[in-house]
């Protein structure tokens, strides 16, 4: 079995960096990558639940809605995503890698975001997209931070 590891980082060289840290830790190069605003192309001011840019791109990962919106935001502010996919037995080496990475604390940035007045209309149900019948996973907070997040499909 394996779960997507997702962290924020406010430089390419950070991102890149921390997907190399990935790579050392021994999670497949090809199943890390770094994303950014050329992926996520959007002219709405705000994420919306309408708006799956950068996630259509990203298609193995399932995160809970607060977290996609963060991480839209992220992006739309100039940050770039790092998503892994990561077997089982790596997921101790690639927690270890990204705890030593420079990403963005992602509950004290959503914080500074809210007290500089954005949000997201929450939905009614963090589990399921009913206009898209998507299914999201769920947050795994035995193996992840506030700098970086852990999903189990």
């Known amino acids: 079995m394996s779960r997507t590891i997702t962290a924020l980082f406010d430089t390419k060289a950070d991102a890149d960096a ?6 050392q830790a021994g999670v497949d190069a090809g199943h890390v990558s770094v994303h950014d605003q050329t992926t996520h192309k ?17 298609k193995n990962v399932f995160v809970p809605t607060e977290d ?17 996919d990561v077997d089982d037995d790596k997921t101790p080496a690639a927690v270890k890698a990204l705890e030593e990475a420079n990403s963005v604390d992602l509950d004290a940035r959503t914080q500074e975001w809210r007290q500089s007045g954005w949000d997201y209309a929450e939905p009614a149900d ?7 019948g998507v299914l999201y996973g769920s947050r795994d907070l035995e193996q992840g931070g506030s700098r970086y997040r852990s999903y189990l499909p």
């Not at 002219?43 to 990203?58: E, F, M, N, P």
């Not at 935001?73 to 995503?81: D, H, K, P, Q, V």
């Not at 963090?126 to 898209?132: F, M, R, S, T, Y």
């Open 68 to 84: 996609r919106h963060a991480y839209e935001e992220g992006i739309r502010r100039g940050g770039f995503l790092l998503t892994a």
């Open 18 to 23: 921390g997907a190399e840290r990935l790579r």
């Open 126 to 132: 963090d589990l399921h997209d009913a206009d898209e």
């Open 42 to 58: 959007t002219d709405a001011a705000y994420s919306t639940d309408k708006d799956k840019g950068l996630w259509a791109s990203v």
